[in-house]
C-alpha cells in the first residue's frame, strides 16, 4: 500500500490527545500536513499510512496538546520581580500605571518577545493577551511562532496609545484590519475593569465586538475592594453591572472572578461568560481563592492564565495547573476538588473555548498542528503511571523539550528557531536598567 504523503510524522512513547474521550496513545504517532494534524495514532498504523518528509522522533516523551494562557499581559516580563508583594489597587495605580504610561512599542514588543519564548519554553502555544500598544505584542507573536488573541486595553485615560475612547476604538479596529487574514493572530475588544472605565466607556466597547464581530475580554470581581468601589460608583456588584450593560455573552471572557455570589456564579453560565482563572496572581495579590468548584458544577466554561509575569512571577502553565489544583483542594478542605484531568482540561480544552478558537486543544485529526512534548526521562518525571497527574502536579515547563504551533517548530531543546535569543538576552538587559529606574522614580 503507498502511503500518503504530509509534512511532518511526530512519534512519542505517550500522547495524550485530550479528545472528547481522552484517549492516551502509547507509542503513537501523529502526521501533520499543512499546519494541522492529518493523522493521530499508534505509530505502527500512522507509519504504515503516511510518508513524512521530516520525521521526528521523540522517544520518551509525553505529547500534548499545547496549553492555551487564557489570561496574560506578556510585555509585563520586563517589570518581573519589581513592586512584588503588595495588594492589587496599590500595586496597579501606585507602582504599574505610572511606568506602563511611559512604555514605548519598542519596549512592549522587546517584553512580549521575551514572554513569547517563555511561553513556547513552558508548553504554551497559545495566549490571550491585553495590554498597551497591543500591536507590538501581536509583531511579537507573529514574529515568534505563537498564536496569540490581542486586544490593545481601554481605559477611561489616555495611554500612550490613544487621547480619548473614540481614537482607543480606532487602535482597535486598525488592528482588526490587520490581523483579519491572519493564521495565528486574532484580535478582541478588552476594556480593562470597572474600576477603570465608565458606563458609556463598557457599552461602546460591547457594541464594537458585536460589529467586528469579534470577542470582548475584561478583569472582571477580582477583588472585595473592587465590588466595593463598583457599588459605591454604580450601585451594583460588578457582574450585576456588566450585565446591566449587555457585556455578559459567550463573545466575553472574564479574567479571574474571584469575589462571585452564588447568583453571579449562576449568572455567568446561563449568558455563557468565559472564565479565565488566575490562581498565582490571585495568590500573589491576596486577591482570594475563586469558587472553581462551584463555577464548573455551574456550568460556567473555564480557563487557566497566568495574569501578567509581574503578579506570577511566571508564565508557566505547568505550574498554574499544579497551583490550581492545590490550592482548590485547601480551600475546600476536599482533596478530591479540581482533580488532575479537570485542571489540565481548563489548560487546554477550556482555553481554546476561552479564546473562542475551535481547532486548538486537543489533538485531533483536523485540529492545528499544537503541540508539545514533555521529556519523560526527567527525574522528576520518573516513573509514570498516570499522564494527567504527570502534567499537573509532577512536570513543570522546565521539562519541555519541544513546542510546536501550527506543525512549526517555536522550541526545542534549547533552541528557539524563530528568534536570535542572544540578542534578545542583551537587549532585555539594557531595558531592564530603564525599568528599575522607572520604579525607583516611584519610591519602589
Ligand atoms: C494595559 S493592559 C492591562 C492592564 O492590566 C494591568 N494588570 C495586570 N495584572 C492585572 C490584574 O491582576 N488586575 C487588573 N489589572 C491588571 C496591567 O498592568 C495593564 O495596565
Ligand atoms: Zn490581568
Sequence with gaps: MSRRACDTLIRADRIVTQNDERTIIEDGGIAIAAGRIAAVGPWMEIDAAWQGETVMNLGRSMVLPGLVNAHTHASMTLMRGLADDLPLMEWITQHIFPVEQKLTPELVRLGATLACCEMARTGTTA??????????????????????????????????????????????????????????????????????????????????????????HIHLAETTTETAQCMEKFGKRPVA???????????????????????????????????????????????????????????????????????????????????????????????????????????????????????????EPGNLADITALDLDQPGLMPMYNPASHAVYAASGGDVRMTMVGGEVVYRDGAFPKVDYPALLAEVRSAAAWVRKQFEGNGK
Excluded at 182 to 208: C, F, G, S, W
Excluded at 289 to 317: E, K, P, Y
Design 241 to 363: 453591572y456588566l450585565d446591566s450593560l449587555g457585556l455578559l455573552s459567550p463573545r466575553t471572557l472574564a479574567a479571574h472572578c474571584v469575589d462571585l455570589t452564588d447568583d453571579e456564579i449562576r449568572r455567568l453560565a446561563e449568558t455563557g461568560t468565559r472564565v479565565a482563572h488566575n490562581p498565582e496572581s490571585n495568590m500573589k495579590l491576596a486577591s482570594g481563592i475563586a469558587r472553581v468548584r462551584d463555577m464548573a458544577d455551574a456550568g460556567v466554561v473555564l480557563g487557566l492564565g497566568t495574569d501578567g509575569a509581574c503578579s506570577n512571577n511566571n508564565l508557566d502553565m505547568f505550574a498554574e495547573m499544579s497551583t490550581c489544583a492545590l490550592l482548590q483542594k485547601v480551600a475546600t478542605m476536599d482533596p478530591t476538588v479540581a482533580p488532575a484531568q479537570q485542571v489540565l482540561d481548563m489548560a487546554t480544552r477550556g482555553g481554546a473555548a476561552c479564546l473562542n478558537w475551535p481547532g486548538i486543544g486537543s489533538i
Design 127 to 216: 495566549f490571550y493577551d491585553m495590554y498597551l500598544m497591543e500591536q507590538a505584542v501581536a509583531e511579537a507573536a507573529d514574529a515568534t511562532g505563537m498564536r496569540a488573541v490581542v486586544g490593545e486595553v481601554i481605559f477611561s485615560f489616555p495611554t500612550p496609545a490613544y487621547a480619548n475612547l473614540d481614537a482607543a476604538c480606532d487602535v482597535v479596529r486598525a488592528m482588526h484590519d490587520t490581523y483579519r487574514n491572519n493564521d495565528r493572530i486574532r484580535t478582541a475588544v478588552m476594556p480593562h475593569a470597572v474600576y477603570t472605565t465608565t458606563p458609556e466607556l463598557l457599552t461602546r466597547t460591547a457594541k464594537l465586538a458585536e460589529e467586528l464581530d469579534i470577542p470582548l
